[in-house]
């Protein structure tokens, strides 16, 4: 291999994508530039000569430009992505729940408060946790069984603009 094409794989390591990128632009442009423009840029020799070392740097910085992109997509578009997912399959929850459910919610959405006090004993209370749609706002009891709770975001979000499912 020759030395520049070492010395080029070195900066690629140390800088990243951006040098991967800038290396995929280059070597793209030699490998698919026709040859009248590579003439006048005066690579058409060095194109013809070094082809099979200048494909593998197009092949290699292609390949980290597209996992590092990847990489980028699963760490901050993934989240979003598995957000609206919980939504939408936690959507029909919303769209079936009982009248004693609805009478727990209400004052959530109705009256606008933070948090209803519940017995943790109280079934629905239990039912709507499992469901995530509320979670206890603290450990501590209020009276031996009395807790605060609170409604989840993404089922408060859902419901203030969906009030006439809890009629």
């Not at 997912?85 to 919610?105: C, D, G, N, Q, Y």
Request: aromatic content about 10%; hydrophobic content about 50%.
């Amino acid at each position: 291999m020759p030395e520049w094409l070492s010395s080029v794989f070195a900066i690629a390591k140390e800088r990243g994508t951006k040098a991967a990128f800038a290396i995929l632009l280059v070597t793209g442009l030699i490998l698919f530039l026709p040859l009248q423009y590579l003439d006048k840029l005066g690579l058409a020799e060095a194109s013809s000569d070094h082809r099979l070392w200048i494909g593998l740097c197009f092949l290699t910085s292609l390949a980290i430009v597209t996992v590092n992109f990847c990489a980028f997509c699963a760490t901050y578009v993934g989240p979003m992505i598995r957000d609206q997912i919980f939504i939408l399959l936690h959507r029909s929850v919303l769209k079936k729940l009982t009248p004693a459910e609805k009478m727990v919610l209400r004052p959530f959405i109705i009256d606008q408060q933070a948090s209803v006090t519940g017995n943790v004993n109280d079934g629905v209370m239990e039912l709507l946790q499992r469901k995530n749609v509320i979670a206890r706002a603290s450990s501590l009891s209020l009276r031996g069984t009395l807790f605060s709770w609170i409604l989840q975001p993404w089922a408060r979000e859902y419901l203030e603009k969906n009030p006439r499912l809890l009629d």
